[in-house]
């Protein structure tokens, strides 16, 4: 189903996320590239299967214009999230990166809660 993909794909990206902040810094390149992996996955279980269901979930006659919001959705939240984190490094003190990748999480345990909300309460299908 997908918002099991979408929810686990969510909770990897908020695990790595917070990993990032709460491991030390002297750990090796190879812990770093490791968590930063699980994040990219994370992100991945999260992204394709929210694509294909926003595709398919809408009639054909439509695909163009669902084809068009998905781009216009993906440049909305690539500018919104910048925005965020520049808020984050803006009200971050002596930590301006942490506040930065706390609002990410936050956003990763958002999506989390929304895909839970969708297990449980799914959208009829349109066609």
């Known amino acids: 189903q997908v918002a099991v993909l979408c929810g686990?794909?969510?909770?990897?990206?908020?695990?790595?996320?917070?990993?990032?902040?709460?491991?030390?810094?002297?750990?090796?390149?190879?812990?770093?590239?490791?968590?930063?992996?699980?994040?990219?996955?994370?992100?991945?279980?999260?992204?394709?299967p929210n694509n294909h269901a926003l595709l398919t979930g809408a009639p054909k006659r439509r695909s163009a214009a669902i084809g068009a919001l998905q781009a216009i959705m993906r440049v909305f939240g690539q500018s919104f999230g910048?925005?965020?984190?520049?808020?984050?490094?803006?009200?971050?003190?002596?930590?301006?990166?942490?506040?930065?990748?706390?609002?990410a999480i936050v956003c990763a345990l958002g999506a989390l809660l929304v895909n839970v909300l969708r297990y449980f309460h799914p959208a009829p299908d349109i066609q």
């Open 8 to 48: 686990l794909g969510a909770f990897a990206m908020a695990f790595a996320m917070t990993l990032l902040l709460i491991l030390p810094s002297s750990l090796s390149f190879f812990y770093l590239a490791a968590v930063m992996l699980l994040g990219g996955v994370g992100f991945g279980f999260f992204q394709s």
């Open 82 to 103: 910048t925005a965020l984190v520049a808020i984050g490094f803006n009200i971050g003190g002596n930590h301006p990166a942490v506040a930065g990748v706390a609002m």
